[in-house]
Every structure is written in structure tokens, then in C-alpha cells.
């Protein structure tokens, strides 16, 4: 048996959950007509948080519950987001715990975030299916292989950018891939990658953003003689390292220390905050309004 059948099986016993994620225009009650319609169909709230934007007047909140024995999930999604969409005059989203998102992997050369996803995936952290490792390089094919994973080598070529990304669109779009994951991809997706494949794509940048944004960060950082280097996760948006940011963290430095070893320290927290912002996403935590996010407990 392979290892991402044998670890990743969704096992039929597991009670089935929802979650909702919801933003709108601030008013009076929410909370409580949004738990009263869960209550009223005989479903268990497990979990629940909110955010309000003062500046705003925007309300955000997340539901997670258990529908009453015998409900269809399917048909209490659709209920719930007519009700949301309708009564409550807020943008909603429902995804139940049942549905694996299929996810693709995005890989150049650099390994320490490709292993550590995989061998969080396969210890059974990640609710999802990896079923594609694609590469503009050979270099790791055969550790991909090696965790029984499908690795594409989709060649960039820098005279027609367009051409590559028409193979990767197509390759995507047949096994159906809901996220990608720029686990240090060294190339940049074009605005209209991005527009046609119409999924999310969480990068990992190796700064603190918005410092240091483009190529050799920690060459930047060296060079301003900087305290603090740090790691970024993002959404990747038709603008260069601006997307809306989902997790960040940082390691302090000193004088002493020269640009390898900023890249020895990144390493590490490039692999946390990648696998954090992955894990918060597939637990769908993540709200996306404007260029921001609201990341819920």
C-alpha cells in the first residue's frame, strides 16, 4: 500500500463537520442568529470565533459544528449558505470535513520545505491529498518518488513563459488541484496563471515582508546590517510579493553572523511558517478581505 493511502485514508467513522466563514457589514445579532439557525436544526457548535474591523464596520466570523444525526452535509451546506447569503446579508463560504482538498506542490531545487510538507502530510497533519510534486528542475524527482508522489517536470522556458504555464494550467486542471503550494519555486506566476487557474497559491517568501521583497532577501538583510531576519507565507497575487499574508515569524541575528548563516536560520523558519499557513488554510481558518487576512484561533 502507498504511503498516502495508508496514512492519509479518511476513515467513515469520523463524525462529519462543518465550517463557515463569514464577513459582512457589522449588525446587530449576528452571532446569534447564526448560532440559532445551527440550534435550530439540532446541530453542536464545537467551535466558534469572531473579528470585528473597527475602521471598517466589517464582522468576520468562523462556525465549526456537527449537523444532527442523519443530515447530509451537502444539503446543510447549501442551507446554511442561502440562510448566510440571504437572512444575514454576508458573504459566505461552507466546507465540510469530509471533502480532502487536492493539493499540488510547487518545487525548484531548495529541498527543506518540500521534505518537511511531505513528512508533516504523511505523520497525518495536513487534511488533504498531495497529488502532484511539479518542478522546473530534475532535483527531486527521485526523493518525490521516493514518498510515492507523481513528479512533473515542466521545463521554464524564459522565451515563452506562456507556453510552460499552459502545461502546468493543464496539468492542474486534469488532476483537479484546489491549492498549490510554492514550496520555494524559484519563478514568478504571471497575473494570468493566476487568473485561469482560479485556486489559491501560498508562497513562502525567505523575508519579513515588506522588507526585502524580490530576489536574495537575506543578501538584502546582511547588507542593512538588520537585528531580525524573518519568513513570510502569503497568497500569491498578479503582484510580487504582495499578496495578503497569512503567517510570519522571525529569528534574531547579530553582527557576527554572515549571509549563510541568515540563510541556515531562514531555512527553519521558512519551513514553520509555510507549514502553519498550509495547516491554517486546509483547517480553513483563513479569511481573504481586501490585501488582508483575518487568521482565526
Known amino acids: 500500500m502507498s504511503p498516502r493511502v495508508e496514512v492519509n ?20 445579532g449576528l452571532v446569534a442568529r447564526a448560532s440559532g439557525w445551527i440550534f435550530a436544526r439540532g446541530g453542536n457548535i464545537l467551535h466558534a470565533d469572531q473579528h470585528r474591523d473597527e475602521d471598517e464596520g466589517v464582522f468576520f466570523q468562523r462556525i465549526e459544528w456537527q449537523p444532527a444525526a442523519g443530515t447530509k452535509p451537502a444539503a446543510e451546506e447549501k442551507a446554511f449558505l442561502a440562510y448566510a447569503r440571504g437572512d444575514l446579508k454576508m458573504h459566505a463560504t461552507v466546507t465540510d470535513s469530509v471533502h480532502r482538498p487536492r493539493v499540488a506542490l510547487f ?19 495536513f487534511p488533504c491529498e498531495l497529488v502532484a510534486v511539479v518542478s522546473n528542475h530534475r532535483d527531486l524527482a527521485a526523493a518525490a518518488r521516493s514518498y510515492g508522489l507523481p513528479f512533473h517536470y515542466i521545463p521554464v522556458d524564459p522565451a515563452n513563459r506562456a507556453a510552460t504555464e499552459a502545461k502546468q494550467l493543464a496539468l492542474l486542471k486534469r488532476l483537479q488541484v484546489e491549492l498549490v503550494v510554492l514550496a520555494r519555486y524559484m519563478q514568478v506566476l504571471s ?17 519579513f515582508l515588506p522588507a526585502f521583497a524580490g530576489g536574495r532577501p537575506y543578501h538584502q538583510a546582511h547588507a542593512r546590517g538588520v537585528k531580525l531576519i524573518g519568513a513570510t507565507a502569503h497568497y500569491a497575487t498578479a503582484d510580487l510579493d504582495e499578496g495578503p499574508i497569512i503567517h510570519q515569524d522571525v529569528a534574531r541575528v547579530t553582527h557576527r553572523h554572515g549571509v549563510e548563516d541568515l540563510i541556515r536560520k531562514g531555512r527553519d523558519l521558512e519551513k514553520l511558517v509555510l507549514a502553519q499557513a498550509v495547516h491554517w488554510h486546509l483547517e480553513n481558518r483563513v479569511l481573504v478581505y481586501g490585501n488582508k487576512t483575518v487568521v482565526f484561533d
Open 191 to 207: 497575473a494570468d496563471f493566476l487568473q485561469k487557474l482560479g485556486r489559491p497559491v501560498i508562497n513562502i517568501h525567505h523575508s
Open 107 to 125: 518545487v525548484s531545487k531548495a529541498d527543506h520545505c518540500f521534505h518537511d510538507l511531505v513528512l508533516r502530510w504523511r505523520a497525518g497533519e
Open 9 to 28: 485514508a479518511f476513515h467513515p467513522m469520523s463524525p462529519v463537520t462543518l465550517v463557515a466563514l463569514l464577513h459582512g457589514p457589522d449588525q446587530r
